[in-house]
């Protein structure tokens, strides 16, 4: 069974202070691991989509990275605006599991 | 262009009754997906649509969840003999294609069963 584990469940950061959220997966022949942010009371936003290991993605301050058994979420002088929760996700033979997510707080 | 919609964004109902929650996709996505979401939890699949017949509704939790789409375009989410335990986020998506395309999300319909 494809499974999403993802830590911290909570982090609180300054502003500014870089820092990386973790992704553990075991899934049956990965179709693509896709990282969301949630926002409270909205539906999720999607932000990257990783196809194989050692691919990366960017946009703005976060960076999405893939080895073969986790991803991580790099987070470079964050901002207050990037608090969200950030849910990760892998899709094997069917559908897309999710982790719990990481809440993430930056405090001015 | 539109995003995914979804309608009503609240639903309160009391134990037992009919709800139907509707979701209307992105123009031109042929799959489309429902997930429930508790509080602090992430997004548990339902079931997934491919065009207008259901390819996978192994996550329905019983029989009284049951969804349609008819025209391959808008689904309905129709949950019989609400349970206290229905109370959740509900949450629609679509992709272009299944299985390695991205899914892109709805705002949800918040439903509180009393």
């Known amino acids: 069974e494809d499974q999403v584990t993802q830590s911290p469940e909570a982090l609180r950061l300054q502003e500014g202070e870089s820092s990386s959220l973790n992704c553990s997966y075991t899934v049956s022949g990965l179709r693509g691991l896709f990282w969301y942010r949630q926002d409270p009371g909205k539906g999720p936003e999607f932000l990257f989509t990783l196809y194989s290991a050692g691919e990366e993605k960017e946009k703005e301050r976060l960076k999405a990275t893939l080895t073969k058994k986790e991803s991580f979420l790099h987070i470079t002088a964050p901002k207050p605006e990037d608090s969200a929760t950030y849910l990760c996700?892998?899709?094997?033979?069917?559908?897309?599991?999710f982790g719990q997510g990481t809440r993430l707080t930056i405090n001015p | 262009g539109a995003g995914v919609s979804q309608t009503p964004s609240n639903k309160v109902t009391e134990k037992g009754k009919y709800v139907e929650l509707r979701c209307d996709p992105i123009s031109g996505h042929t799959a489309l997906y429902w997930y429930r979401q508790s509080l602090g939890q992430g997004p548990e699949f339902l079931i997934y649509f491919q065009g207008t017949g259901a390819a996978d509704d192994s996550g329905l939790p019983n029989d009284r969840f049951f969804a349609v789409r008819p025209e391959g375009s808008v689904s309905t989410l129709k949950i019989q003999r609400t349970e206290r335990g229905d109370s959740a986020v509900y949450l629609c998506?679509?992709?272009?294609?299944?299985?390695?395309?991205?899914?892109?999300f709805g705002p949800g319909t918040r439903l509180l069963v009393l």
């Open positions: 996700a892998v899709q094997g033979a069917q559908k897309l599991v």
């Open positions: 998506a679509s992709s272009l294609n299944p299985l390695g395309e991205t899914q892109y």
